[in-house]
């Protein structure tokens, strides 16, 4: 007999003795798990037998990798795994699924003798302070800010408003400032020439409009952001 037609053979003769058994689970028609003990039971564990393409004429795979034995630390994992491995030696050549976990759960308690839980799942708390470092002081300087004395930051302050925003159009006093300026020259000027002289006049007041606007065009230039 092939060693395909002994799995066909063993495959049926587990589903048979197992169903309704919800310790056991088929994973693949050459793979599966059987929990020995009750869930809650702190010594219960989980065993996986893989079967490979010339089982049962060579040893199948045993392990104990599940999530379900992340308590159990490594030193009783290896000897209950020894343990299985005597127990394939002897049934080696036959059908022995359904032996091994039958011996399991019949030595349960001497296979879990030496076992005390290992929580091995760090606590938040303990994830937290390794992946969020303390955050190092910067070793850079801050840039000193110009200071202010008291009288420019009450000048300052009767300038700007309650965002510290200077008015709209504030520089445009000083412009009308020096407009009056100029209009009382003009006036003055034009009380001292002759009103016969009406063509120096009007020469007079084009020269004088042109320094007007040179000394304006300063302040209106930087007082049209504001508007």
């Given at each position: 007999m092939?060693?395909?037609?002994?799995?066909e053979?063993?495959l049926?003769?587990?589903?048979s003795?197992?169903?309704?058994d919800e310790?056991f689970?088929?994973l693949?028609?050459v793979s599966?798990?059987?929990?020995?003990?009750?869930?809650?039971?702190?010594?219960a564990?989980?065993i996986?037998?893989?079967?490979?393409?010339?089982?049962p004429?060579?040893?199948?795979?045993?392990?104990m990798?599940a999530f379900?034995?992340?308590?159990?630390?490594?030193?009783v994992?290896?000897?209950?795994?020894?343990k299985?491995?005597?127990?394939?030696e002897v049934?080696?050549?036959t059908?022995?699924?359904?032996?091994?976990?039958?011996?399991?759960?019949?030595?349960?308690?001497?296979?879990?003798e030496n076992?005390?839980?290992?929580h091995?799942?760090?606590s938040i708390?303990?994830i937290i302070?390794?992946?969020?470092p303390?955050?190092?002081?910067?070793?850079k300087k801050k840039?000193?800010k110009?200071?202010?004395s008291?009288?420019q930051?009450r000048?300052?302050?009767d300038?700007?408003?309650?965002?510290g925003?200077?008015?709209r159009g504030w520089?445009?006093?000083?412009?009308v400032?020096v407009?009056?300026?100029y209009?009382?020259?003009?006036k003055?000027?034009?009380q001292?020439?002759?009103?016969s002289?009406e063509?120096?006049?009007?020469h007079f007041l084009s020269f004088?409009?042109?320094?007007?606007l040179?000394?304006?065009f300063?302040f209106?230039?930087?007082?049209c952001?504001?508007f």
């Amino acid at each position: 007999m092939s060693a395909n037609e002994d799995q066909e053979m063993e495959l049926e003769a587990l589903r048979s003795i197992y169903e309704g058994d919800e310790s056991f689970r088929e994973l693949s028609p050459v793979s599966f798990q059987y929990r020995i003990g009750e869930n809650g039971d702190p010594k219960a564990f989980l065993i996986e037998i893989s079967w490979t393409e010339t089982y049962p004429q060579t040893p199948p795979i045993i392990s104990m990798n599940a999530f379900f034995n992340n308590t159990i630390s490594s030193a009783v994992k290896q000897s209950i795994l020894a343990k299985l491995q005597e127990a394939v030696e002897v049934n080696l050549g036959t059908a022995m699924t359904y032996t091994l976990f039958e011996y399991a759960k019949d030595s349960k308690e001497q296979l879990m003798e030496n076992h005390h839980p290992v929580h091995s799942a760090t606590s938040i708390s303990n994830i937290i302070s390794v992946e969020t470092p303390n955050t190092a002081p910067s070793s850079k300087k801050k840039d000193k800010k110009e200071q202010l004395s008291k009288a420019q930051k009450r000048k300052l302050a009767d300038k700007t408003d309650h965002k510290g925003e200077l008015p709209r159009g504030w520089n445009w006093v000083d412009v009308v400032k020096v407009c009056n300026i100029y209009i009382s020259v003009f006036k003055k000027l034009l009380q001292l020439l002759p009103s016969s002289n009406e063509i120096y006049i009007f020469h007079f007041l084009s020269f004088n409009l042109w320094i007007l606007l040179g000394c304006l065009f300063p302040f209106s230039c930087s007082a049209c952001k504001y508007f």
